[in-house]
């Protein structure tokens, strides 16, 4: 379902719609983007995300602000919420992850949450991008962020699913026909920094391409778009630098939005 109740006279249910990558640890950045939103009363009506911008669009749309979604992290580390497996159909398993969704969670369902969401995942077994906008939140969330190999597919619902990021790491997409003004911010720019040769950081750099390399489509739907470059040096399971990474999106986003044509302030209002 989607919220039709604030459907205007236009074909379009809302105004302002944000769209927040995929990127694992550098999803920190969208952070300080929407510090920097709060900052100039931009608010969206709407949030897509996926992987870790499926997080930060859970938790804001949740009513989280930006310094408290930090906080919530701020001393945790992967071990606490993942525990190694035997590679039987993925090196890491996250129920520590998803108990920890669960109990951070005031809404336990999408169709819950104080601004409408949609968290993207991939149909794992029919290969096609799914947007969930209602459901039970944390188990989807957790589907968006199940990197193949890494985390087991996720069962929803007879459906095995797995990261948002593998055919749609930029939700923008989802979001076009359902919004005004679609702003899309980018946390997964491609790198090619050194990586070591095991499974984890194989992993890791091959979803990186991945998920790099399918955001073209989804930037070309985006009426403004904030892109992170300047954190490519910070790696998908990195959770050690979330200020500095937060700080690099604040910054980005201030930026642009600050430098943005006339035009395109007045669709912000800003």
């Known amino acids: 379902m989607f919220w039709f109740g604030r459907k205007k006279e236009n074909k379009r249910p809302y105004r302002i719609g944000l769209a927040l990558s995929g990127g694992g640890a550098r999803g920190f950045a969208h952070v300080g983007v929407l510090r920097a939103f709060e900052e100039r009363g931009i608010v969206p009506d709407v949030i897509a995300g996926t992987s870790a911008?499926?997080?930060?669009?859970?938790?804001?749309?949740?009513?989280?602000?930006?310094?408290?979604?930090?906080?919530?992290?701020?001393?945790?580390?992967?071990?606490?919420?993942?525990?190694?497996?035997?590679p039987r159909n993925s090196l890491l398993k996250f129920d520590k992850f998803v108990?920890?969704?669960?109990?951070?969670?005031?809404?336990?369902?999408?169709?819950?949450?104080?601004?409408?969401?949609?968290?993207?995942?991939?149909?794992?077994?029919?290969?096609?991008?799914?947007?969930?906008?209602?459901?039970?939140?944390?188990?989807?969330?957790?589907?968006?962020?199940?990197i193949p190999?890494?985390?087991?597919?996720?069962?929803?619902?007879g459906i095995h699913y797995v990261d948002g990021g593998v055919l749609c790491n930029l939700p923008a997409t989802h979001l076009r026909?359902?919004?005004?003004?679609?702003?899309?911010?980018?946390?997964?720019?491609?790198?090619?920094?050194?990586?070591?040769?095991?499974?984890?950081?194989?992993?890791?750099?091959a979803y990186n391409f991945l998920s790099c390399g399918n955001v073209f489509p989804d930037i070309a739907k985006c009426d403004v778009l904030i892109e992170c470059e300047?954190?490519?040096?910070?790696?998908?399971?990195?959770?050690?630098?979330?200020?500095?990474?937060?700080?690099?999106?604040?910054?980005?986003?201030?930026?642009?939005?600050?430098?943005?044509?006339?035009d395109k302030k007045s669709l912000l209002n800003i």
Do not use: M, W
């Not at 997080?55 to 701020?74: C, N, Q, R, S």
């Not at 991939?122 to 991008?129: E, L, P």
């Open 99 to 146: 108990h920890f969704l669960e109990n951070k969670f005031h809404a336990k369902r999408i169709e819950d949450l104080k601004i409408p969401t949609l968290i993207t995942v991939t149909d794992f077994d029919h290969g096609k991008s799914v947007a969930f906008d209602s459901g039970d939140l944390a188990i989807r969330v957790a589907a968006s962020c199940a």
């Open 177 to 205: 026909d359902l919004c005004d003004v679609v702003i899309g911010v980018n946390v997964s720019p491609l790198h090619h920094e050194q990586y070591e040769q095991n499974l984890l950081s194989i992993a890791d750099r």
């Open 149 to 157: 190999i890494v985390f087991a597919p996720v069962e929803i619902e």
């Open 53 to 86: 911008g499926s997080i930060v669009a859970a938790l804001y749309a949740d009513g989280y602000a930006p310094e408290h979604i930090i906080k919530l992290f701020g001393e945790l580390n992967v071990r606490e919420l993942v525990d190694v497996t035997l």
């Open 230 to 262: 300047n954190i490519s040096d910070y790696r998908v399971f990195d959770l050690n630098e979330q200020l500095e990474i937060e700080q690099l999106g604040y910054q980005q986003a201030c930026k642009i939005l600050d430098n943005l044509s006339p």
